[in-house]
């Protein structure tokens, strides 16, 4: 840090409080320093600074690599904690480590506050042991309480869906559901729901998945060994990669989405946008579930906040080309669809 501030020609204090993205230089001082740094090939001992704090000003973040809305909320992270004044440190739930041992890291790491997303632990087995560190849950399994928690309005998000497919002519809609995945059982419950309010209660049927796409694959399959004419017109997946998994059975199997079956995903990930799955969706706000994360924290640890908050967003169903009317009855010689 010397040289550099005899590189500048200013003193260590003032380089210490740029490094530290404090007050008190300039626009130009700050430029001129991170350029001499860089000249100098000098990085800030960032371990060495937080020891040095009384408050490390970081929030740890327990989130899952399986599900493509669980990557979008921490991408859209980072932006939300620097708007707030904090940074982040991350640590990966993976089926090598349990979600205990990586809370257990975050803590060790001065984490302020920890946001999870899509944790499938129960609330007490997670935090044994995090005292009075704030948590904010982005689409947990379960609710407790003592937590903030940002969640979608998951059945709101089913029932466009079956609104949707129902306003298009279909009567025979199924789901795929996601077991005990973060998320599944409201999507289940709005399925029937809204099945049973448009009088279809006759024609619900939940088929046992996952959210990966072998499971909407798995239930293809199955769907494929009955009777074409058992066959549903349209089914709502958990999420877009089960129903990608689906989507590509049925036209390996030469069935056509969405003459012979449309499709609905959950997510509205980067997956559904692509041209050539064009898939319909219900899009989760993946910016703002991180933007409202970050506040909640932020509003424990600076304002003291200590009631808890339960924060619902509203879905938005996202129609493209996957979903259309219903095919035509099947032929009397039970032929392929067509």
Not at 101 to 106: A, D, I
Not at 235 to 264: K, T
Not at 298 to 310: F, I, M, P, S, W
Request: hydrophobic share 40%; aromatic share 4%.
């Amino acid at each position: 840090m010397s040289d550099v501030a005899a590189r500048v020609g200013v003193s260590q204090a003032l380089v210490s409080l740029v490094f530290r993205n404090q007050p008190g230089a300039s626009a130009d001082t700050r430029r001129r320093v991170f350029q001499a740094a860089e000249e100098l090939g000098y990085r800030p001992d960032t371990a060495a600074q937080l020891l040095r704090r009384t408050r490390s000003r970081q929030l740890g973040v327990l989130f899952t690599m399986r599900h493509p809305f669980d990557v979008g909320v921490v991408e859209a992270l980072y932006p939300a904690a620097r708007k707030h004044g904090y940074t982040l440190v991350l640590n990966a739930m993976v089926a090598t480590r349990g979600e205990r041992q990586s809370m257990e890291e975050l803590l060790g790491l001065r984490s302020e506050a920890v946001i999870t997303i899509g944790a499938t632990s129960s609330w007490e087995h997670l935090t044994t042991g995090v005292g009075r560190t704030p948590i904010v849950e982005i689409n947990p399994r379960t609710r407790a309480a003592g937590v903030d928690v940002v969640r979608t309005a998951e059945r709101k998000g089913i029932r466009q869906a079956v609104d949707h497919l129902v306003a298009l002519g279909h009567r025979a809609i199924a789901h795929i559901d996601g077991g005990r995945m973060p998320g599944a059982t409201e999507r289940r419950r709005g399925y029937r729901a809204a099945m049973r309010r448009h009088g279809l209660a006759d024609h619900i049927r939940v088929h046992p998945g996952d959210y990966t796409e072998e499971s909407g694959a798995r239930v293809a399959r199955a769907l494929l060994a009955r009777a074409p004419a058992q066959l549903p017109t349209a089914v709502i997946a958990g999420n877009d990669r089960c129903a990608h998994g689906l989507l590509g059975a049925l036209l390996r199997a030469g069935l056509r989405v969405p003459d012979d079956v449309s499709i609905v995903g959950y997510d509205d990930s980067q997956l559904a946008r692509l041209s050539f799955i064009d898939l319909t969706s219900v899009r989760q706000e993946a910016a703002e579930a991180a933007e409202l994360a970050v506040r909640a924290a932020a509003e424990r640890l600076d304002e003291g906040r200590t009631a808890d908050r339960d924060i619902v967003l509203d879905p938005t169903l996202v129609v493209r080309g996957s979903t259309g009317p219903p095919r035509t009855p099947s032929p009397p010689d039970g032929g392929l669809l067509r």
